[in-house]
């Protein structure tokens, strides 16, 4: 069994920051993020996760802070082992961005970096980043798949212990995303970061078969578990 701490502000609960003990005051101290990381190291957790939000959450009591990415990589330097994993919106990233600093996450951290591609939520997020609305479910997941595509190929396009001069054009040119390439990044330690997915629509339990490499499934019984990992499974065969 592998385990992964997912922090989230000061807690699950939406009232969790209420508590005596509440770290209310410290979620925007990465000294305590820092503390958090060793812990679940020094516990023998395999990774510590963040999601993100592109909007201010309305529950109630503080979520979102600092950005994923950058605390990961101050995570990076305070621990040796443990696994770190970011949230990244295929709806609202570019790949080459998303690409060069989960790339640069992996080379910081010696090869513990992981990307879990979600397609955001809210109309609030959307209208963050020059939309409306979201796009409909369907164009959502139709362009992470095109988007985890790219990124992996950007990934792979200036191979380890190879001069700039060897790295590969990626020439991605899709229904959503242009990317000449190379990265301007070689391969990092681990090939690349870590795929992870978290969907448990049709279109998002395709896509979790066909790229990624761990999935975040929320199952609320034994059965609906069950029901779950057999259906993936089928899935991920029928994609060889």
């Not at 330690?189 to 339990?205: K, T, W, Y």
């Not at 499934?217 to 994609?239: C, N």
């Amino acid at each position: 069994m592998h385990l992964n701490l997912f922090a989230y502000g000061c807690g699950h609960h939406s009232a969790a920051w209420r508590a005596p003990d509440s770290a209310f005051a410290r979620i925007g101290d990465v000294a305590w993020w820092e503390d958090l990381a060793r812990t679940a190291e020094r516990g023998h957790l395999d990774a510590f996760f963040l999601a993100d939000g592109q909007s201010l959450s309305p529950v109630p009591g503080p979520s979102w802070f600092l950005e994923p990415l950058t605390t990961l990589t101050a995570l990076a330097r305070a621990t040796d082992r443990i696994g770190l994993v970011s949230t990244i919106s295929s709806t609202f990233w570019d790949p080459f961005h998303a690409a060069r600093l989960s790339a640069g996450l992996d080379h910081i951290s010696g090869g513990r970096a992981g990307i879990n591609v979600v397609t955001s939520m809210t109309d609030a997020e959307a209208r963050n980043h020059g939309m409306d609305r979201l796009p409909d479910h369907e164009e959502r997941y139709a362009r992470a798949a095109e988007f985890i595509g790219a990124v992996t190929a950007l990934w792979e396009s200036w191979p380890a212990g190879t001069s700039p001069e060897e790295a590969a054009p990626v020439n991605h040119h899709g229904r959503f995303f242009d990317v000449d390439g190379p990265l301007n990044i070689p391969a990092t330690p681990q090939g690349h970061p870590v795929l992870f997915q978290a969907g448990a629509s049709d279109p998002g339990r395709d896509l979790a078969a066909r790229y990624a490499e761990g999935v975040y499934a929320v199952a609320w019984d034994r059965d609906s578990a069950r029901d779950y990992r057999l259906d993936l499974r089928r899935r991920a065969a029928e994609y060889g």
